[in-house]
């Protein structure tokens, strides 16, 4: 019965853990272009349905900031105004892929992004109503360019 309610209590306190995931593991700095390209939208009206850059209006990204530093910093400039004034909670960087996760105070709205180094695709993906049955997802698809020559 102990181990029993060990168990369980260690679950239950795993569950409730706010835990930050860093693993930086280059320090890099990058400046990109990226160009919209496509997105794919849960909510309402659409049923994860996908929509081309000629199927919707969306802005490109003039200038991403990208400053990775070891051992745990992590920054993500100009993405969106949710990740201008927002502390990430996930930030993983290494010599292919960048990903960092943020949520709002009441853990009901994230934001999250993996960039790919190799291929120069950013997936930036934003999910509201987390708390409720119906999440609604926005997840938009940037072909990147870096305008740093030395990285």
Request: aromatic share 10%.
């Amino acid at each position: 019965m102990k181990i029993f309610l060990s168990i369980f209590s260690l679950l239950f306190c795993i569950n409730f853990a706010q835990a930050q995931n860093t693993n930086i593991t280059l320090n890099s700095d990058l400046n990109l272009n990226c160009k919209f390209e496509k997105v794919i939208l849960k909510n309402p009206n659409h049923n994860f349905e996908s929509f081309t850059k000629d199927q919707i209006q969306r802005k490109d990204i003039d200038k991403l900031i990208i400053e990775s530093k070891t051992p745990d910093i992590l920054i993500v400039k100009n993405l969106s105004e949710f990740f201008n004034k927002i502390d990430l909670e996930v930030k993983i960087s290494n010599k292919d892929i960048f990903l960092i996760q943020a949520f709002d105070k009441e853990r009901n709205y994230s934001e999250s992004a993996v960039y790919t180094r190799k291929t120069g695709e950013l997936i930036h993906e934003i999910t509201t109503n987390i708390k409720q049955e119906e999440k609604e997802k926005d997840i938009s698809f940037y072909s990147c360019k870096n305008n740093n020559k030395d990285t």
